[in-house]
Structures are given as structure tokens and as C-alpha cells.
């Protein structure tokens, strides 16, 4: 259980310091509010359209190649870690699985 906390108290310092630094935060930036700032739309352009418009494909296709990427990725991590233990054949195999 000693251990245990060293991690808890490692938990409640960045804990700590993270609601300082937000509210050190809070009272030093300055309050300059402009309408741009303060407007709903902060994406380069105003709205001119209605909300329910048809978008482009390809913003569909980024998004479906983020997740499959993101998913690899995620695989690898397992991998690298258990490399020195499967050797060459495991090495093989995940370069087909990266190939596919």
C-alpha cells in the first residue's frame, strides 16, 4: 500500500495546482471583450445558410480515415511493448497487419 501513495499524493499536487493556475488565471488575463470574441461563430465566416445544408463528402472521408488511423495506432502500442518477447515472427506480423 506504500506504494499507493506516492501516486495519490503525486494526484492531489496536480490537482492543486491545476485549480490554482485556473484561478491565478481567472483574475490576470485581461477582460477585453469584443464582438467577434464573443460571437458564436468563430469559424472565419458568418453563417449564410440554413443549418440542415448538405456538407461535402470529403469532410465524411477525413473523418473515417482519422478513426481507422487513430484505431492502428492504438494497436501498436500493445506491440511495441511486447516486441522483445515475439521476436521476428511477431515483428512479421504486424507489418502485414500495417501493410493491410
Known sequence: MPEYGFILLLISISTVVAILLLIISYF???KNYDLEKVSPYECGFDPFSDTRSKYDIRFYLVAILFIIFDLEIIFLFPWAVALSEINFF???IMLIFLLL
Open 90 to 92: 511477431g515483428f512479421i
Open 28 to 30: 490576470l488575463i485581461p
